[in-house]
């Protein structure tokens, strides 16, 4: 009884603090890696406080859709955090499969677009466009990634593919190619470097950033804040496909899951900066293409996991 | 089963009248009724804006046959009698997509459509007569398939029932003839009609115990197909109604899949996967049905408000018709299968049979197959995710792209009604899934079975999703949105304000993903700058994309031409000479006769 609440204490907290920390993480890697000092770690965490003191500015255009559309997609990144195991220990109360994940995600995506078509901006609407391109090419591979992962659990619930039940089925080869599919669907579903570069400040090719241009004050926070937990949740789950390379003995204390997927969460945040530092921001009609490096190791990932992950 | 039959006291020649009402029917029943019920709520009102373009006494008779052919299609107990009422209805039907019948696209769409209703119709009769000749009853519940020497009938039965449901490459007539017709009457043919032909299939090839497995490949393959073609297809359209169309090929592809797959796992001995199946069967049909009639109507108000359902006209009605934005958004979401609506909870019950199967098949490539359409469908989703962003996006929100889009007012209050009651059912059938399954666990179970029914352990926990939701929603809309914005206009880049052209149209909001299947779509963007600097300053810029249907152009298209000359052909034969046509029927008499004595 205690150890369960210790566990959902753990679990809460890393909610809270896991986000602002993994982007943080990102931002300053990437910054040491361009001979810059960078900020802080916890500039995320400033940022949210700085937004919220900030006023709101809303176009006359925009009608009820547009802050509506801010909230609802708050709330489902909130629910889509306690609802994944996407740190050990997992949710209590059983959480969600991996249909009903996509789905959520999916829910995000068409209020963001909404949101963004709201305000008459053509900036808005165009990345809204790009949004979706990207979003329907990179849907099989973030589903076939995880379903074959599934099939080798024999369970389509989140909380059992990750659950560490079934370390003797030891499949190190099908976890590290549908992990790794499962990060790349996340890059591009996440809209980061080299599909774009959230950095720069070029309306006319952004994706996400150019979306939200109309979002400011409060309003912009609560999209901010949602695709920090995204990124979060999405880099996590792939962060613990790579924690099932190592074979953790089946019956170990949850600490040391726990510390495990916090040290893999942040080789995972580590290795996506150095990536983005290195990596150049791929020409639009190139993009399928590295769509296409997701795709294929979804497939062949499927084709392990059908042959009982043979490898 | 808790069949309740009645022999009325006609018949049809020698046959009677049966009327059978089992749960099956009656879930269909259901749904007749509340989309009639809504249908005729929004009515009232709707008709007053077309009453000028049809005619009424007209229109109110053959709505009349129509929705009475539909109910008793949905309780016919033999072939002749079912029959007779499918006649009726695909007539009564074509009688209303032809309303506005001074409009050419009209008689051109009540053409195609009547072409597909009569080939549907000979297929079905061809069908019927070879199950007759071999049960020598024309009572459904006589009727079984499971021998090679039934499969001919039920190909021919299952094809002209996939015509009238709208499978691909057999859609081509539903985008003319949906968007064509008043729209309660496109909410009934999208909503229910198409789901009559399911429920033939279902009560015909489920109980009669269909074991032919090629027959299941090919429509599993041409389901997939369909549901991709259609959603493809729905992202390219200017006009409202006919991207609501093309988007019903992609649900009834969804629901042929699940059919398919249903037949399929208990042909191979697979209960649970097959009582999966007939879940998502069932729900997606009731669901498709009721988000579909919703987003029509919700159609039928912008046409009311708004004059038109071009796309490049509308825009911004989201200020002036709020009601109306809220429940066509609540239908998208349903539609996209967004938790937690009643579309999700279908969808979720066919991605746990194709889970299930590509887990537990004997064979690998079965396996292998399922697996792939689990790939599909996600990107299935994701496409009807920006298809009906796209149709939201340009129809409700931003700028009025014209004065009456800007102009427009919300819809009177029967209209808004009979949207409300329809999007409340969307969500009250998504939270309250399991409830609805356990009504319908005694269709899905066989009787004869012990074993608990999966269908009733695996239920996604929808009612806590959707509370949790909607609490975190309106905690974050009372204290982080709490303080009011300030106006300002949307950013001009500094060049004064923006014309409401300048917004994205939609076709530039599909044409990156149009531009991907440049090849299956024959998309081409014809772009003429010209002028004396046209670099810097050209006068005058023309851009025109155009798109061809493949399958329109090259294979439908030239069998009509073909047709053509062939019936120039043989009008020859009509002379006008009386001992002509007498030397005919001798002929042919004569040919019968011969025919007969050689046969028997």
């Given amino acids: ?311 | 089963m808790d069949a309740s039959s009645w022999h009325l006291p006609f018949t049809i020649g020698p046959y009677a009248v049966e009327i059978v009402t089992d749960r099956l029917s009656g879930v269909f029943l259901i749904l007749l009724g509340t989309v009639t019920s809504c249908c005729a709520l929004f009515s009232t009102d709707y008709l007053r804006h077309i009453k000028d373009k049809i005619n009424l006494q007209l229109y109110w008779f053959a709505l009349f046959l129509f929705v009475g052919a539909m109910a008793v299609v949905l309780s016919a107990g033999n072939a002749v009698f079912f029959l007779v009422a499918w006649e009726v209805m695909s007539l009564s039907s074509a009688a209303l997509v032809i309303a506005e019948y001074r409009q050419h696209k009209a008689q051109r769409a009540g053409m195609i459509y009547l072409v597909a209703t009569r080939i549907a119709t000979a297929l079905l009769c061809a069908g019927f007569l070879i199950m007759f000749s071999h049960s020598g009853s024309w009572s459904f519940s006589a009727w079984q398939f499971n021998e090679p020497s039934t499969w001919a009938a039920a190909a021919f039965i299952l094809t002209g029932l996939c015509i009238k449901a709208g499978m691909w490459p057999f859609h081509i007539w539903l985008p003319h003839a949906h968007p064509e017709a008043p729209t309660p009457v496109s909410a009934l043919m999208s909503g229910v009609m198409v789901k009559v032909a399911i429920y033939a299939a279902v009560r015909l090839f489920l109980n009669g115990n269909l074991n032919c497995q090629p027959l299941f490949y090919v429509l599993f393959v041409m389901a997939t197909i369909s549901a991709f073609w259609g959603v493809l297809f729905a992202i390219n359209q200017r006009e409202l109604k006919r991207l609501l169309a093309y988007s019903t090929v992609e649900n009834v592809g969804l629901i042929l899949l699940s059919l398919s797959l249903c037949l399929w796992a208990k042909n191979t001995n697979y209960p649970a996967i097959s009582e999966l199946a007939l879940t998502a069967l069932l729900l997606h049909c009731v669901g498709h049905g009721l988000f579909k009639s919703l987003l029509f109507l919700c159609a039928g108000s912008v046409d009311y408000s708004a004059n038109t359902l071009e796309l490049p006209r509308l825009g911004g009605l989201a200020k002036n018709m709020p009601v109306t934005t809220a429940t066509f958004i609540l239908g998208s979401a349903a539609i996209c299968a967004l938790p937690p609506l009643n579309g999700f909870v279908s969808k979720w019950y066919l991605y746990q049979a194709l889970f299930a199967s590509s887990m537990t098949m004997h064979s690998l490539v079965d396996r292998g197959l399922c697996l792939a359409v689990v790939g599909v469908l996600g990107c299935v989703g994701a496409l009807a995710v920006a298809c009906f962003a796209k149709a939201t996006g340009v129809a409700f929100l931003g700028k009025g792209r014209t004065r009456p889009a800007s102009d427009a007012k919300e819809v009177p209050i029967l209209m808004v009604a009979a949207q409300l009651i329809l999007g409340t059912a969307c969500v009250g059938m998504g939270v309250a899934s399991p409830a609805v399954v356990s009504i319908l666990h005694p269709l899905l179970a066989p009787a004869e079975s012990t074993a608990p029914s999966l269908a009733l352990l695996q239920i996604v926990p929808l009612l806590p999703i959707g509370i949790g939701i909607s609490v975190l929603t309106v905690l974050i809309m009372l204290v982080v949105l709490a303080k009011a914005p300030r106006q300002y206009k949307t950013w001009d880049c500094g060049f004064g304000s923006i014309s409401p052209r300048a917004q994205v149209a939609a076709d530039s909001f599909a044409q990156p993903i149009t531009r991907i299947f440049t090849p299956v779509l024959r998309y081409n963007l014809v772009i003429d700058i010209s002028g004396k600097d046209k670099r810097h300053f050209p006068e005058k810029i023309h851009v025109e994309p155009s798109m061809v249907s493949l399958l329109e152009t090259k294979i439908y298209g030239p069998a009509g031409h073909w047709l053509d000359l062939l019936s120039i052909w043989l009008a020859r034969l009509q002379a006008g000479s009386i001992h002509l046509y007498l030397m005919y029927m001798c002929i042919s008499m004569v040919v019968l006769i011969l025919l007969g004595t050689q046969l028997w």
């Fill in chain 1, 1 to 311: 009884m205690v150890n369960q609440l210790y566990i959902t204490a753990f679990y809460v907290l890393f909610a809270l603090l896991a986000p602002p920390v993994t982007l943080g993480t990102i931002c300053k890697v990437k910054a040491r890696l361009q001979n810059r000092i960078g900020a802080p770690l916890w500039q995320p965490i400033f940022d949210i406080l700085k937004l919220l003191r900030k006023d709101e500015t809303l176009s006359k255009t925009a009608s009820w859709v547009f802050r509506f559309a801010a909230a609802i997609n708050c709330s489902l990144a909130i629910y889509l955090v306690v609802s994944v195991p996407w740190l050990q220990p997992k949710p209590e109360w059983g959480g969600i499969d991996l249909f009903t994940f996509v789905y959520l995600l999916a829910a995000m995506r068409l209020f963001t677009l909404l949101a963004a078509m709201d305000t008459g901006s053509a900036f808005g609407a165009f990345a809204a466009s790009r949004e979706a391109t990207l979003s329907f090419l990179v849907e099989p591979a973030s589903v076939l990634s995880l379903a074959s992962l599934g099939i080798v659990s024999n369970s389509p619930q989140l909380n059992i593919i990750f659950g560490f039940h079934n370390m003797h089925a030891f499949h190190p080869g099908l976890w590290a190619i549908s992990g790794t599919a499962l990060l790349l669907a996340s890059i591009v579903e996440l809209s980061r470097m080299p599909i774009d570069d959230p950095t720069t400040h070029l309306e006319l090719t952004m994706v996400h950033e150019a979306m939200l241009l109309e979002a400011s004050g409060r309003n912009l926070l609560l999209f901010e804040y949602a695709n920090t937990l995204k990124l979060t949740v999405l880099f996590g789950l792939s962060a613990q496909c790579y924690l099932h390379l190592i074979p953790l003995p089946v019956d170990s204390r949850w600490e040391v899951y726990a510390i495990g997927s916090v040290v893999m969460l942040l080789v995972v945040a580590v290795t996506v900066a150095v990536f983005e530092a290195l990596a150049v921001k791929l020409h639009w009609t190139k993009a399928p293409d590295f769509i296409a490096y997701a795709i294929t190791l979804a497939v062949i990932g499927s084709i392990l996991a059908l042959g009982a992950g043979g490898i």
